[in-house]
């Protein structure tokens, strides 16, 4: 039974370029949230999809965005790089909405 | 406004001694709360979590935590630390009427040495 699977599992970008980061959840979730976790601090929320549809989203500006696939998966997009989005993005999916998360082993993003 | 707070950036302990690591939330309506371990490069593993139910939550691992309202407190503890217990740790909450966000701490290192 496959977890939660992200990719890339690192990534080096330029500032100012866009990257995309793809995720795909545990078998039975329809749920995926996004989280950024900064070096040396907790993961942050960023935007959980539920249904196609961004549910809730946290602080954090519109060059985030996302998509979630009729399959599910999801996709997060930043737009215009700053050195400051540096960070390990961690997707997690758990069904309905509901609090059993499943993370992934995350994405490391470097801007250079 | 911080809803959870992780007392101890760092912690040390001896292979075989008490590990405790604190956690304490603010809400005025119990949250729903929860214990992650992250290694080196890896995700969140949840360690144990409370729902409302026995105050008295055991976890993987040897770990437990216990719920404790009147100090709005959900400590994490095992008995006797193990070279491989070596991690991060972070409690979470999920606070009522939020599509189930989970909010992080700012996470724990956790070193045993021998």
């Known amino acids: 039974d496959a977890g939660v699977t992200q990719s890339p599992t690192h990534l080096i970008k330029t500032r100012g370029q866009q990257v995309t980061l793809r995720c795909s959840p545990k078998?039975?979730?329809?749920?995926v949230s996004w989280y950024q976790q900064a070096l040396g601090q907790g993961p942050q929320f960023i935007f959980q999809y539920y249904e196609e549809e961004e549910r809730q989203r946290g602080n954090f500006p519109d060059r985030f965005s996302g998509h979630q696939f009729p399959n599910y998966s999801s996709e997060l997009n930043v737009n215009a790089l700053l050195l400051g989005d540096s960070a390990l993005y961690l997707c997690?999916?758990?069904?309905?909405?509901?609090?059993?998360?499943?993370f992934g082993s995350g994405t490391r993003l470097t801007v250079v | 406004a911080q809803s959870v707070t992780q007392l101890g950036s760092h912690v040390s302990v001896s292979e075989g001694a008490l590990v405790l690591l604190r956690c304490n939330y603010s809400?005025?309506?119990?949250?729903?709360l929860f214990w992650y371990v992250q290694y080196p490069n890896q995700g969140l593993q949840l360690l144990l979590k409370y729902t409302s139910a026995a105050t008295l939550v055991k976890g993987i691992n040897g770990f437990e935590a216990e719920f404790k309202k009147s100090e709005t407190s959900f400590h994490l503890t095992k008995p006797s630390a193990h070279m491989s217990d070596a991690a991060e740790y972070f409690c979470a909450v999920i606070l009522s009427g939020g599509y189930n966000k989970l909010i992080f701490g700012a996470g724990t290192r956790l070193a045993v040495h021998p």
């Open positions: 997690a999916s758990s069904y309905q909405g509901g609090y059993g998360y499943t």
């Open positions: 078998s039975g979730h329809d749920t």
């Open positions: 809400s005025s309506v119990p949250p729903y």
